[in-house]
């Protein structure tokens, strides 16, 4: 029983991304409907990594206000809720790499198998597991320059292997310089998936097919990104309509 139940939570907890077809589909009936010409295949696979991008960059913005709107006490319960809601999404893009120092940084570039980095989440020495107890330290992030020289000359406040700093900027460097190996987790950059839910390299395109990355719930925040992009004149109603009767089409041709 026990197994039957992992296995079934990992099942529920696989996350399908927004169907490049549907979204497609959408585009090209709206388009006809208004008579505003043909959007073709090429031209929609030239926007749909860059109306992607647009959307996951704005769920930070949209995180911070919702957040800020949360400490200020308007609709605490709501903005609970969308705060929820949005983290559940931009995890879907969190990873983590081990990075080892090389000519005095740390550079997330250096290794293939590290995704190109969109944000860092957090960093932390990469310790050993003993007795049962992680040795891993958390570091200190800082962006700032003057910063970090002010912290490295302070008798305060000086970085220490118990207390490590780094200094983020187009590598990473770590105080004190006797730390050589790191954990970074970060946001990677969206790309696509396959349609059975496995993530997939190549950004989403409608010929080969790759659907997107992020959740199926962004379909019409995606139909709306691209047709601003390929000049249609959308309406909201005409978006939700046309992207759930897509969706149901295409759940029905699935289950045959």
Known sequence: MGAFSFS?????????????????ETLRDLANKDQQGFVTET??????????LNIFNGLFDELKDAKR?????????????????????????????????NNGVFDMTSDNTIKPV??????STAGSILLNQSTKKPIEI?????????????????PTEEFPVALVSNDIHVFPTSINKIEVRYYKFP????ANGTRNDNQP????????????H???????????MVGLNLRDNDIVNYTGQEMQARKQAETY
Request: glycine fraction near 4%; hydrophobic fraction near 40%; charge should be neutral.
């Open 8 to 24: 079934y939570i990992c099942f529920m907890a696989k996350t399908f991304g927004a169907s490049v077809a549907t979204v497609y």
């Open 118 to 123: 969109a944000r860092i989440i957090s960093i």
């Open 218 to 228: 962004y379909t019409s925040d995606l139909v709306y990104e691209i047709g601003k």
């Open 191 to 194: 790309e696509g998936r396959n």
């Open 142 to 158: 800082c962006y700032d320059e003057e910063k970090i020289e002010r912290i490295l000359i302070s008798n305060l406040s000086a």
């Open 69 to 101: 709107l949360t400490r200020a006490g308007f609709n605490p319960m709501r903005d609970k809720s969308r705060i929820k809601r949005i983290e559940e999404d931009l995890s879907i893009f969190s990873t983590k790499a081990t990075v080892t120092k």
């Open 205 to 216: 395109n409608v010929i080969t097919p790759v659907d997107f990355e992020l959740p199926e």
């Open 43 to 52: 031209e929609f696979n030239r926007f749909a990594s860059i109306a992607q």
